[in-house]
Structure formats: C-alpha cells, structure tokens
C-alpha cells in the first residue's frame, strides 16, 4: 500500500513517555496485583513496552474488540471479538489502549469491565484525539494528545498494515 506517512512522534518521544507513564502507574499500583488488559489488536505494541516499565506484581489479559471495520471512521458500534481468559472481580484492573478517537470504545470496555465488580479500575491510552470525542469517558493516564488527524505505527493500522512502524505516523492522502 503506498500511503503518504510523515512522522507525528518519533520512537525516542514514545519511549520517553512510556518510561513516564511506566512511573506514574508503579507510584500507583506498587504493593497491589495489577491485571494488565491489553485491547487488541492495536495496543499490542505499547502495552508490551509499558508491562516492562510497571515494577509490581503484573499479570496480562487479553480482551479483542472492533469498531472501524476497516475503516478510517468509527463505525460507531463496538462489538466484542475476544473476552477475557481470567475474572477480574475484586482485583485491581488496568485497560490499555492504543488510541481514544470518538470514546466509544473505552466508554463500552468501562462499562463492561465496571459491571464484573473489579476492586479498582483505571485506564491508560498512549494516544487520545480530544476533537474527535462524542461520548464522555474518563482516561486516567495519557500519552500524548494529537489533533483529529488519522495515524498509524506503534500498533495503529490501517487495514491491518503499519502496526511495525516504530513511530507514530500521521496519514496524508487517504480520500
Ligand atoms: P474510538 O472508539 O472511536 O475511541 O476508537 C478506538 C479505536 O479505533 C482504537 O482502539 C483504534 O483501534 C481505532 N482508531 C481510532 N483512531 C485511529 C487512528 O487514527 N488510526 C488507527 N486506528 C484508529
């Protein structure tokens, strides 16, 4: 695919802000287990960075779900692809995400995850476009906010390419 891709955040700001990000959430979450979900498929990247910045007791989950189909627009409906293997009543919950866009997404997993009882429940995403936002959805932990540009790298695609970017990326010519 031949798509016009000029550098938004290069790898050395990512990394600087996941180290960041890594100490804000140890201050957080040292002494307590932490369940770690990583919603997939885009924060594949990110979450495996920030896990190895977190110091206390970590484990992961996985939990899939679409919304863009595809496209370069939020469909507007999240379905769930994956759920989780563990349940989370009663521990400390952390949802990792790539990129808040419209909220959507991270209003549904908050919903979802809020109804299985978990002790705590906070949210990180590296990336969040506050212009595009259509529903409110409370995010604990940023990366970086970036304008209503559409993006890829670091686990962002565009369909289903340019997860291996190691930068973030904004797209210039899709129609
Ligand atoms: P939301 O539900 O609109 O907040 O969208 C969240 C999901 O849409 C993210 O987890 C991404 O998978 C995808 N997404 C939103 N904006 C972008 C983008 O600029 N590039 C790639 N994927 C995006």
């Known amino acids: 695919m031949n798509l016009s891709i000029s550098k938004m955040i290069s790898e050395d700001e990512i990394q600087t802000r996941v180290k960041a990000l890594g100490e804000e959430l140890t201050a957080k979450f040292k002494g307590k287990d932490l369940l770690a979900i990583c919603v997939l498929k885009g924060s594949i990247v990110f979450y495996s960075d920030l896990i190895r910045e977190i110091d206390t007791d970590l484990s992961c989950d996985f939990l899939g779900v679409s919304s863009y189909h595809g496209k370069t627009q939020s469909s507007g409906e999240v379905k769930l692809t994956l759920d989780l293997n563990t349940p989370i009543d009663g521990r400390h919950v952390l949802i990792v995400e790539d990129i808040v866009d419209t909220g959507l997404t991270m209003a549904y997993l908050q919903k979802s995850l809020l109804a299985r009882s978990p002790a705590s429940l906070s949210t990180v995403t590296l990336l969040h476009k506050p ?45």
């Open 131 to 175: 212009d595009a936002k259509k529903v409110e959805c409370e995010i604990d932990y940023i990366g970086f906010e970036i304008p209503n540009d559409f993006v890829v790298g670091y686990g962002l695609d565009y369909q289903g390419l340019y997860r291996n970017l190691p930068y973030i990326g904004q797209v210039s010519n899709l129609n």
